[in-house]
């Protein structure tokens, strides 16, 4: 089995900064790209970020140059650096990684339970 589990939401001012966190744990043999979507009160989920194995990242052009991913391959986890956060930045942000099991040949799509980012004053 495998497992995402994120931590690092809250309330924030607008302007101020967040760091959000995403460890991958259990049978993991490989983890190809990693991601951030996030999801607001009568809106779709989006993806804010993305990143490759290989450290290649893509973003919509909402959040570029404000947030940043990278990740931690060692300890199959990823992160989300928010800066300049405006109040349109409120939803629950989800983790998302494409991951092979040990044992298995196939890659399959894991999501976290997400976790509440708040911009308000």
């Known amino acids: 089995q495998v497992q995402l589990v994120e931590s690092g939401g809250g309330l924030v001012q607008p302007g101020g900064s967040l760091r959000l966190s995403c460890a991958a744990s259990g049978s993991i043999f490989s983890i190809r790209t990693m991601a951030w979507y996030r999801q607001a009160p009568g809106k779709q989920r989006e993806l804010v970020a993305g990143?490759?194995?290989?450290?290649?990242?893509n973003y919509p052009d909402s959040v570029k140059g404000r947030f940043t991913i990278s990740r931690d391959n060692a300890k199959n986890t990823v992160y989300l650096q928010m800066n300049n956060l405006e109040p349109e930045d409120t939803a629950v942000y989800y983790c998302?990684?494409?991951?092979?099991?040990?044992?298995?040949?196939?890659?399959?799509?894991?999501w976290g339970q997400g976790t509440q980012v708040t911009v308000s004053s």
């Open positions: 998302n990684a494409n991951i092979r099991q040990i044992g298995t040949f196939d890659f399959a799509n894991y």
């Open positions: 990143i490759t194995a290989l450290g290649s990242t």
